[in-house]
């Protein structure tokens, strides 16, 4: 009898139809063998029409799809596979992919987890979900993920290990990523690529060159290998070698929009604007929503300044990167070039996050809520920090003194140097210096958000001066140490920190600038340290020089106030003597600092200030020379 049954079942129609979709599934499978996908698929759609119930021909026409990178069609043939059958742990994993390739990232993300909880030990899906955590900015998650799947399978530590070391690499985990790089074989030019990477971030660029080098030396068309030596060589100031490894790259491949935008920046670096503008505009015909190349054209059009053009670039491209904090900086930089103060400030507070602008401190880690201006202020307690360089603590603590006409008391958290400048700096204001403990408080406001917090335009700069004043026996002291008058005196502030990443421009070589001011002057220099050559000028011409005698910026302070005017490049010198009151010439590159605008001769922010810009022409002959014209007569 069970014979009979199992003879009719055999015979049946529905089992006739099932062998029938096995027969088209294991050809299928054989042409997939052979590398027909096409023939593959053919044979898995006649499975599917033999059994549309057979959840592995939909499974299998899936993959096909999927090598075919139809993947809107092979998500709806894996999504009939797991309506059949949710258990098929190959359905999720290939659902995610196709997700993932949809740059649906979300979605290829639940697929895999779907996929890990059939199958735990899965390490391709561990590696896939990585990924897509990558893509969605969790990378933390992705790093977990990445060690999680080389625990399930370390044998593909060539593969996700060096994905899990490009994570690294991209979030400036430098020694994290060269220690997962020495647990890889360097068989790969990725391998010496990221290695490479590691080391520029560290800066230890000659090590980074020479690893670089190796790969290079056995493969010269290693198109990875050549645009992270020219980015170590760029990080080095070698502008012109890096455009040549830039150039080889775009040679081979003139659609990378890395190579395009970073040979326009060492062109940028090198003064050749134009040259630099063309191949951000090709970068970003290519990538519209590239921001690093909007970025950089907005800087050149800035350094050219095209304000307005400036502006406009990075309205276009923050409508395609809204979150973007360098376009925000950029259009900050442009608004404030223009006076356009109340348009530039909610724009300048995305500074903390800027991080083309290098190295910054920190958004102040606090419990205490910020004040932004619009909170009574009147028996609170506020903390003002420093965050930038001395110049802008010795600028905006201008605002100190007003809150504490609001009657808040004010905490000033600054750096040591100015400590004794502002330690009785206002009634209502408490100095307290970095490092050390603070009171209790109840609000606070780093310095440079001020401004916006007092909603301060071009006619409401808050501009009474002085506002810092020197000690009177600091000054008496200074006087005694320079002796007889021997005409006006004048001093001098020429250079700034080498380290600045505008140094170059805004500095000026001393004998430059003495061989050309007029003999009846008195002059004295204002800054503590020199660079070669300096001390030999300052003998030869006479400068009377304090150097280590000016042991904080009170000391300084004094020595200003025994002057008749202060001539100074743009350094925090600058800014002390304008908060003095005293009569001070400041001398601008063409493309000056935010705070001093363009076109203008005054300052809103200092009454007693003279701005002598440069031309076009970028020199400082042209400014020495109105300065000396200037100093002829001044008696």
């Known amino acids: 009898m069970f014979a009979e049954i199992l003879r009719k079942l055999r015979n049946s129609p529905a089992s006739q139809s099932a062998d029938t979709a096995e027969r088209w599934i294991k050809s299928g499978n054989a042409f997939l063998g052979q590398g027909n996908i096409r023939k593959a698929l053919a044979c898995y759609r006649d499975a599917i029409a033999a059994n549309p119930g057979n959840a592995l021909a939909h499974l299998n026409a899936g993959f096909a799809l999927q090598e075919m990178g139809q993947h809107g069609q092979a998500r709806s043939s894996l999504e009939a ?13 290939l659902l995610g992919k196709s997700l993932f390739a949809e740059a649906d990232f979300e979605g290829a993300a639940r697929s895999f987890q779907a996929a890990l909880q059939l199958n735990p030990a899965f390490a391709f899906a561990h590696r896939d979900l990585a990924r897509a955590q990558q893509s969605m900015g969790r990378n933390a998650e992705a790093a977990q993920s990445y060690e999680q799947a080389l625990a399930c399978d370390p044998a593909f530590v060539a593969d996700i290990g060096i994905d899990l070391a490009q994570l690294l690499v991209d979030t400036e985990q430098w020694r994290a990523a060269l220690g997962r790089l020495d647990q890889i074989d360097p068989v790969t030019p990725r391998w010496h690529m990221l290695r490479g990477a590691a080391l520029h971030g560290l800066g230890e660029n000659e090590k980074a060159l020479q690893v670089l080098g190796e790969a290079l030396a056995s493969n010269p068309a290693d198109l990875p290998c050549l645009h992270m030596r020219g980015n170590v060589l760029f990080g080095m100031q070698r502008y012109q070698a890096a455009i040549e490894d830039y150039e080889r790259v775009l040679a081979a491949q003139p659609d990378v929009v890395e190579a395009l935008s970073n040979c326009g920046a060492a062109w940028q670096k090198l ?37 307005r053009e400036a502006i406009a670039c990075s309205d276009a491209a923050l409508a395609l990167n809204p979150r973007d904090a360098n376009l925000h900086w950029n259009k900050a930089v442009g608004h404030l070039l223009l006076g356009e103060l109340s348009l530039g400030w909610p724009e300048h507070e995305w500074r903390w996050d800027a991080t083309a602008l290098g190295a910054r401190s920190s958004r102040p880690a606090v419990a205490q809520p910020p004040w932004t201006g619009s909170e009574p202020v009147a028996g609170k307690t506020i903390l003002l920090t420093a965050e930038q360089g001395l110049g802008d603590t010795l600028q905006f603590v201008r605002y100190a003194r007003l809150l504490a006409q609001q009657g808040a008391k004010v905490l000033l958290r600054v750096p040591d140097a100015v400590v004794p400048l502002l330690r009785d700096f206002a009634p209502g204001c408490h100095t307290v210096a970095d490092g050390q403990s603070l009171p209790p408080f109840d609000l606070f406001c780093p310095l440079l958000s001020l401004p916006l917090a007092f909603r301060t335009g071009i006619d409401s700069v808050p501009a009474e001066v002085p506002y810092l004043r020197s000690e009177p026996e600091l000054r008496e002291a200074w006087r005694e140490r320079l002796g007889e008058r021997r005409g006006p005196r004048v001093g001098l502030v020429w250079s700034g920190n080498a380290a600045h990443k505008n140094d170059a421009n805004r500095s000026i070589a001393l004998r430059r600038l003495l ?11 204002l800054q503590k340290e020199l660079r070669a050559g300096d001390d030999a000028a300052l ?28 001539i100074s490049v743009d350094t925090s010198v600058a800014h002390l003597a304008g908060a003095l009151a005293k009569p001070l010439w400041l001398l601008l590159p063409y493309l000056p600092d935010w705070r001093w605008m363009m076109g203008r001769e005054d300052s809103p922010w200092y009454p007693t200030a003279r701005l002598f810009r440069q031309s076009a022409d970028r020199q400082w002959d042209g400014v020495i020379s109105r300065v000396a014209q200037e100093l002829e007569q001044l008696h």
């Not at 003998?539 to 202060?566: K, N, P, R």
């Open 81 to 93: 596979a797991l309506a059949l059958d949710p258990q098929l742990t190959d359905v999720h994993y």
């Open 271 to 307: 003064g050749d604007r134009q040259k630099a503008i063309g191949l951000f505009e090709k970068a970003l015909q290519l990538r519209p929503d590239y921001a690093s190349a909007s970025y950089n054209l907005g800087v050149c059009l800035l350094e050219l300044g095209q304000c």
């Open 515 to 525: 061989s050309r001011l007029p003999a009846h002057c008195q002059l004295v220099s």
């Open 539 to 566: 003998a030869e011409f006479g400068v009377f020089h304090a150097g280590e005698q000016l042991q904080s910026f009170a000391d300084t302070a004094a020595l200003i106030d025994c002057m008749d005017l202060v």
